[in-house]
Structure formats: C-alpha cells, structure tokens
C-alpha cells in the first residue's frame, strides 16, 4: 500500500533494472531446472522449517514477539541483517495453538480430507486420470486447503470472516459428497479426539448438519455446519491480545493518530481506519463458543459483560463435563458437571446437566437443569451464551431485550432467518463480537459474529432442581 509513487513515480524500479542492465555482463538469470540440467549437484542439505522473519514473529505469543521485537531494535544496525540468520521467531504451526479456530479448520480439513480419499478410493489423486466425480471431490478438498485464513500476519487472514467460511464452504461441499458414498443418508454420532488435544469430542453428523460438542471444553457447541449451504454458524473469531496492539496504542499516544509522511514497508506502516480503535481493545479469556454456563456476580452490567470485564461466580466455562450419548429417533447427548458457584462468601455445589438434540433438519434443541446439590438456599444469576456467525453486521453496540419468547435474526447475505424459541419468557443481551486486527490498509474493526446471553435468576432451596429449554434452528428468508 501506498508505494505506487515510491516505485513508479520517484523511479524506483526503472533505476533497479537499469542497474540490472547495466552489469548484465556478469548478472545471468536463469530458471532453477536451467541450472540443474548445467550443473552438478554440491551435496546434501536439510532444509530447516522457516520463512520469513516477520511471519517467525507473528506465530509467537503477544509476550514473546514483543520481546523479539525489543531485542531486534537493541541491536546495533550494522549487526541486525547478520543477527537475523540466528535470531529468529517461532514455528508455523503454532499458529494452529495460538488460534483455535485456526486449529478447528486446520482439523476439519484432515478430516475431510480422510474422508474424500476413502470415498475415492483409487480413483483419486494417485490414478492416472482421476474419475469426474473423484476429481470434483479432489478440487473441493484442495480449494478448502487455500493458505490463507490458516494464519494471520498483516493481510487479514485468519480475521476475516469471509475467508474462513469460503474454506468451511469447500470443505463442507467435499465432505458431503463424500458422506453420501461412504455412508448414505445416516445420522452419525462418533467420540472422537478431533481437535488432536488428546480428549475426546462428540462429533454428530446428520445429512442436513453437523453439531460437534467439546465435553472437556465447558460442554460447549464449537462447531454448527449447515452442509447444504456450506456454512458453519459457528465460525466466531475470539477477541485476543496481540502484540502490535502496542503498536497501535504507542501510535496513539505520540501522534493522535497522525501518520508519518516518509515511505515504510508493509511490517512497519501504522494507519488507522477509524478513530477511537484502541478503545476496543477488548480480550477474551475463554474461546467464544456456544453452550457456554455462566454464573453472574449480581453487580454484573451488559456493558461489563460485552467487554469480557465481569465476575464468574462458577467453575463450569473452560472445565470438563460427563457426557453420555442416548439413542433415541434423533441421539441425545447430555453433559453434565457438578461444580461451585459462590454467592459472597457462600457456597454451593451445583449440577448442571444440558442435553442437546437435533430437532429437525436445520436445528437443535437444548434442555437445561440446574440443582442445588449441596449448600443452603441460594439465589444464582445463571446465563447461557450463544454465538453465531452471521454474514454481515445488524447491530454496533450492546442491547437488552426483556421477557422474550423467541429472538429472530434475518440474514440477507446467507438469505436465511435463525430463530431461538423459550419455552418461557426470558432476558436476554446481544451485542455484536468484533476484533481489531491488523491488515494491508491499517488497523480495523472486523465483525465477528453476535453474542446471545439468555439470563435468568434462579432461587433454588436445598436439593431443588430448575429446568429450561429452547429450540434454535434456521429457515428460508
């Protein structure tokens, strides 16, 4: 960006190639299978796992590329280019542990991809001349391979949206395909470690679906595939510190905003979209997913809630459920845990049991109880959090809605409306989840996907046992 009058206009590029031109007698360019059918081999060489410096830099933890990137500028300047072949970042893949929505579509992707070469067996990628039906199972699976939303560097990448679900769209069309060979119409329900974490997950797999459940992960849903449609409701992005947030908040201290006039590389330019971006700098301390059990301090407000800056009076997000799995006209899969919630200095074990079901083609339904186990008459502040992936943004800030029995939500972009029935009134926030990243036109606001709380007051007496319930499914605008 902005470098077109740097290359063309002040003559950067036409005096690099006249240097070119000018020392051709001894400059020779050639093509690598020029220089191999010339040459004889040198030897062997082990290509070590490495790219380029900024990218070692972005796959490192918030604290630890701010530290390599102190260290880089504490280096004198005639030194840096030769500290450089030894001092270096972390390890692609650890992209893949640092974002678990990289590592969720990352996985996917193998999965898939076990799948489409079972279902094509050999008439896949290793014939000759791969079948018409293989091949367009191949070119789904290969398209949902497209680096791009793997990671995130100062392009977007993983951030953007768009990215993310047009992968989840191949993949979804190539595993469909290849469900319809290898198992017809079934609905599938499989215990299985698909996030290659070493604890299982509960994968639900239906013709029209896909539900998948991390029991050890707060019982949560992390994935809802609409395999038709070849969309993932599920595709939120988690808000996270990143280290050039300080960049953007050192730029705001000393020039307000300002920019600098002289020319700067894509790793260094600082621009900002929209003013007031370091105000949302807001950070998630679990992984935005739905199913989520939340236990309110009751001083807690929307706006506390929407900035992740609240009091978790219960043990059940980020810890493990039990979770059993019972056959019936659709599967049932009911999560359980009993845990702590403390009210001031009182407190009472508390079991939390929510089984989920597919209700019909599109959708699913939850019924939740929660009893107090053991401890005296306590008044609990239960919520249930929601997150979905909508294709464009609706609403900017927090909103409350009182006493609903259903939240309705079009969305024109995916020409579907999703809507969450009560069994009873119920409160509810929404607001929507959005991060500042960092991309090629500056630092940006990026709509993640809306976050639904339904809230409720529960006044339990020893041993009494609370129940809800509510459906949530999607239909044809």
Request: charged share 25%; with cysteine.
């Amino acid at each position: 960006p902005d470098t077109h009058k740097h290359v063309y206009e002040e003559g950067w590029l036409e005096k690099f190639l006249t240097v070119l031109e000018s020392n051709k007698d001894w400059i020779v360019t050639s093509r690598i299978s020029d220089y191999l059918t010339t040459h004889a081999p040198h030897g062997r060489v082990y290509l070590p796992t490495a790219s380029y410096s900024e990218m070692g830099e972005w796959t490192l933890p918030p604290g630890a590329q701010e530290a390599l990137i102190d260290l880089e500028k504490h280096l004198p300047a005639d030194e840096q280019a030769a500290a450089k072949r030894f001092v270096h970042g972390g390890f692609w893949r650890n992209f893949l542990t640092k974002y678990e929505e990289s590592n969720n579509v990352h996985k996917k992707m193998l999965r898939v991809s076990e799948k489409v070469h079972r279902a094509v067996g050999d008439g896949g990628a290793a014939a000759q001349k791969p079948s018409a039906k293989a091949q367009k199972l191949l070119d789904a699976l290969w398209a949902g391979q497209c680096n791009c939303a793997y990671w995130h560097g100062v392009f977007g990448g993983l951030y953007l949206p768009h990215l993310r679900q047009a992968l989840y769209r191949e993949l979804l069309s190539a595993e469909m395909q290849a469900d319809k060979i290898l198992s017809g119409d079934k609905i599938r329900v499989t215990q299985d470690d698909f996030d290659k974490d070493g604890r299982p997950e509960i994968l639900l797999e239906a013709p029209e679906q896909n539900l998948y459940i991390a029991p050890q992960n707060g019982g949560s849903l992390f994935e809802w595939d609409l395999r038709k449609e070849g969309i993932n409701l599920q595709n939120v992005l988690t808000r996270r510190q990143e280290g050039y947030h300080k960049q953007l908040l050192d730029h705001v201290a000393h020039h307000g905003g300002t920019e600098t006039g002289h020319v700067k590389t894509i790793h260094d330019l600082v621009r900002v979209k929209e003013p007031g971006l370091e105000k949302r700098l807001f950070t998630d301390w679990y992984r935005r997913t739905s199913l989520l059990d939340h236990f309110l301090h009751p001083n807690t407000k929307i706006d506390d809630f929407y900035r992740c800056q609240y009091g978790e009076q219960g043990d059940f997000i980020k810890t493990g459920y039990q979770a059993d799995v019972v056959e019936d006209k659709y599967p049932q899969i009911r999560l359980t845990r009993l845990g702590a919630v403390w009210t001031q200095d009182q407190k009472n074990m508390v079991s939390v049991e929510k089984t989920l079901s597919p209700t019909e083609a599109k959708g699913w339904q939850v019924v939740y109880r929660i009893q107090n186990v053991h401890g005296p008459a306590c008044l609990l502040w239960f919520g249930c959090e929601m997150n979905f992936a909508f294709s464009s943004q609706d609403k900017q800030d927090p909103i409350e809605h009182l006493h609903q029995t259903q939240w309705l939500r079009p969305d024109h972009g995916y020409g579907l409306v999703m809507k969450v029935q009560f069994d009873l009134p119920t409160d509810l926030w929404e607001f929507p989840l959005e991060t500042v990243s960092l991309s090629e036109e500056g630092f940006e606001r990026t709509y993640q996907g809306t976050v639904l709380l339904a809230h409720a007051k529960v006044s339990l007496q020893p041993g009494q046992v609370w129940v809800r319930s509510w459906r949530v499914g999607v239909q044809p605008e």
